[in-house]
């Protein structure tokens, strides 16, 4: 058994989602998260705090730090930790993932163990 | 972990933008519902990660209600205006204290349905208005519903918020002078509503069903509220109940439709047999007989017969014949013929129908011709019966109806030849 990052990044502007639509989308997340945890493969869930993200890098000796940047597109905004057997089977899991539903964009990633 | 109730951030849209409002005034309704919508979005952001909250409405109505303290805090403070400062403190202190769910959202669910039914807004642009604000349906899915553009029924609310806005109407209950008019109003537009979701014309089959449950919700809210509660309302809300029981049994898996005859009846909807009952009993109080308590009765009459052979054709007929003086309507005229068919024989419906042929409104109605179908079918002449069924199915849009009277006509041919 290997664990998996699924990393998920907000996706363009989001559409205009009516209350419904929002709790569907919630509700989504909620089977997926529970079918996940039934089968012991859910491991770990946090939500990222939006637009408080600093990158610090060395430029010329200096360490330069930079944001937190407004935009939301393309950043974190949290994590899954998932076990699976392999690879495709990470991507299975991913594949079913809501927020793919919602315009985001998720990046799997395997910890080296 | 938790489940979320159905259609629960629909209704709480609905309540924290009714509640809302009463601080923020009318005049700044689209604020109100971005604050609304970004406490929504919030929990799309942060539920799926830590899951759904012990209180999932509580939890909302927290976010909504920090933020607009918020953002009266800035107007108080930045713009000094007194306004914003009052508002500030009635919020505060009407909003602390109570329990996350317990807040009185009643009375401003109340207040803002007769904010929509404003005597300066049209029919169809007050249900549009009642559903997006207290309903919580975005335009999108009020578009849909109605077979109308997007694009026409967001104007169409933007006009209505201008309009409203103008206006300078104040966020709280009629007077008692101006009360039993203005409710009068919002009856008729939830039975507008209603009638919306219930014929069956065209649309998406599901949404319909919702706009005749939101329409027993908003009526059940206004009969729990004592500005509200009178014999009409229960009357009102009888006969939607009543009628809603059928929802379920009058469509089969294809989507055709299922005469009353035909229904299983065990698929009618008891508890809302029985809750229908029950507002019928509480609408007798008092000496008030509307149009609501016979078409009540009517409905009434129908839920309670066991069988299709059961009905009590002549007690529909009298209450069709109470009707008739109260409200003579063309379709209610149609419905009255169709009971004395039932209850004295084919052709004495024949014989009333005859006479609503020259009726300008129904001359283009096409259940008037599938009426007349059915009877000439009972009573053996074909011929006129199909020519009757080919009249209605040229008038009808309606795929479900279509199906069912090209169903009929060859029925006719196969048995007749």
């Known amino acids: ?85 392999n690879p495709d089977e990470a991507i299975e899991i991913t594949r079913e993932c809501p927020a793919l539903s919602n315009g985001g964009v998720v990046e799997v990633r395997e910890i080296e163990g | 972990m938790p489940e979320l109730v159905d259609h629960l951030f629909r209704h709480k849209a609905g309540q924290m933008i009714s509640a809302l409002t009463r601080y923020f005034g009318i005049e700044n309704l689209e604020l109100v519902e971005d604050i609304v919508q970004e406490a929504l979005l919030k929990a799309l952001q942060q539920w799926p990660y830590h899951g759904i909250p012990e209180n999932p409405g509580g939890w909302l109505w927290q976010i909504a209600k920090n933020h607009a303290l918020d953002v009266l805090r800035r107007e108080a403070r930045f713009q000094k205006r007194l306004q914003g400062e009052i508002r500030l403190i009635e919020m ?137 509660r009178n014999p009409r309302t229960h009357a009102l809300l009888a006969l939607m109940l009543l009628q809603a029981s059928r929802l379920k049994a009058r469509i089969d898996a294809k989507g055709d439709l299922i005469l009353l005859a035909e229904q299983d009846r065990s698929s009618w909807d008891r508890e809302m047999i029985h809750e229908g009952l029950l507002h019928l009993g509480l609408s007798a109080e008092g000496d008030t007989l509307s149009e609501f308590h016979l078409q009540a009765a009517i409905a009434a009459k129908h839920a309670v017969a066991e069988t299709f052979e059961q009905i009590d054709w002549v007690g529909i007929l009298n209450e069709y014949a109470a009707l008739l003086d109260v409200a003579p309507s063309p379709v209610i005229k149609l419905n009255h013929a169709v009971a004395i068919a039932m209850a004295h024989g084919s052709q004495a419906g024949l014989q009333a129908l005859i006479k609503l042929k020259d009726d300008a409104s129904l001359k283009k109605y096409h259940l008037l011709y599938a009426t007349f179908g059915e009877l000439y079918e009972r009573s053996g002449n074909i011929q006129e019966a199909a020519a009757s069924y080919r009249e209605a199915l040229a008038l009808t849009e309606n795929q479900a109806e279509q199906r069912f009277l090209q169903k009929k006509l060859q029925q006719i041919e196969f048995h007749h030849g």
């Open chain 2, 92 to 228: 505060e202190h009407a909003t602390t204290g109570h329990e996350a769910n317990e807040y009185p959202f009643e009375d401003d669910q109340l207040s803002m349905m007769f904010i929509g039914c404003h005597p300066s807004l049209s029919r169809e642009v007050q249900i549009a208005f009642v559903l997006n604000t207290v309903g919580g349906f975005n335009a999108a899915e009020i578009a849909r519903a109605f077979l109308t553009a997007e694009s026409t029924m967001a104007q169409r609310l933007v006009r209505a918020k201008a309009r409203l806005r103008t206006t300078g109407v104040r966020f709280e209950l009629p007077e008692s002078g101006s009360l039993t008019e203005r409710l009068d109003v919002v009856l008729d537009v939830l039975y507008l509503l209603f009638n919306e979701g219930y014929e069956a014309h065209t649309g998406e089959r599901l949404l319909r069903e919702e706009l005749c449950l939101e329409a027993i919700h908003l009526c059940r809210l206004v009969t729990t509220h004592p500005v509200g």
């Open chain 1, 1 to 85: 058994m290997s664990q998996f990052m699924l990393f998920i990044r907000n996706g363009e502007e989001p559409i205009e989602l009516s209350p419904e639509q929002i709790q569907q989308a919630i509700q989504r997340f909620s089977h997926w998260a529970k079918k996940l945890r039934e089968q012991g493969k859910l491991i770990a869930a946090e939500k990222l705090k939006d637009n408080e993200g600093l990158m610090l890098r060395s430029r010329n000796g200096q360490i330069v730090v930079d944001g937190p940047f407004a935009e939301t597109k393309e950043t974190i905004g949290g994590y899954f930790v998932v076990e699976a057997g």
